[in-house]
């Protein structure tokens, strides 16, 4: 795999599914003999290596990283890993937190500074846990993952990590049409 993917994919199926997907591709290409990828190419998030994936553990839980990806296969530039169940477990009670403080602002009146303390306060420890490109200010959005985390629980389903190329996204723009007067 290069050293610098592209981009990071994280993301739920049964492992039935996996079969179709080319690791080498990810999972927002659909295979030849499939007419649909196993998800959109809007869940594509920015370039992170699986060390910065897994110092996300270590801020959630104070433990060590080591083992909460495992390889499932690499290709060419593409490489799948499974989280561990305890990296799905952190992830999914964070989410869990977050739904608690949001939904105590909703019944308080709308004051989200619990909610956006907590966001920040993880974002900021996750910036010193791992090392980032100085580009990268904060990891607010990639929090979102501890959301697909919930729901793979939830199914009892894994949670993969894929990091590759990325695939284009499509976008509809608007042009004025001819003056018919």
């Given amino acids: 795999m290069s050293l610098s993917p592209e981009v990071l994919v994280v993301f739920t199926v049964p492992e039935k599914r996996l079969s179709g997907m ?27 290596l699986p060390e910065q994936t897994a110092g996300l553990y270590t801020v959630l839980t104070g433990n ?48 989200l500074s619990d909610f956006e303390r907590q966001m920040q306060e993880w974002s900021d420890a996750w910036m010193r846990t791992v090392h980032w490109p100085a580009s990268q200010v904060s990891l607010r959005n990639r929090l979102m993952r501890m ?11 894994p949670l993969f990590c894929w990091y590759g190329p990325r695939v284009p996204e499509f976008v509809v723009v608007r042009r004025p049409g001819p003056n018919l007067n």
């Avoid at 499932?72 to 799905?88: I, P, T």
């Fill in 22 to 48: 080319d690791v080498a591709t990810g999972p927002c290409v659909a295979i030849p003999q499939r007419k649909r990828a196993s998800v959109s190419a809007h869940n594509q998030e920015g370039s992170e």
């Fill in 147 to 157: 959301g697909k985390a919930r729901i793979a629980q939830e199914k009892t389903q």
């Fill in 64 to 111: 060590s990283p080591v083992g909460v990806l495992n390889l499932c296969e690499e290709r060419e530039n593409g490489s799948l890993f499974k989280c561990s169940d305890s990296f799905v477990r952190a992830m999914a009670d964070a989410n869990r937190l977050l739904v608690r403080l949001a939904d105590q602002a909703e019944a308080s009146g709308g004051d």
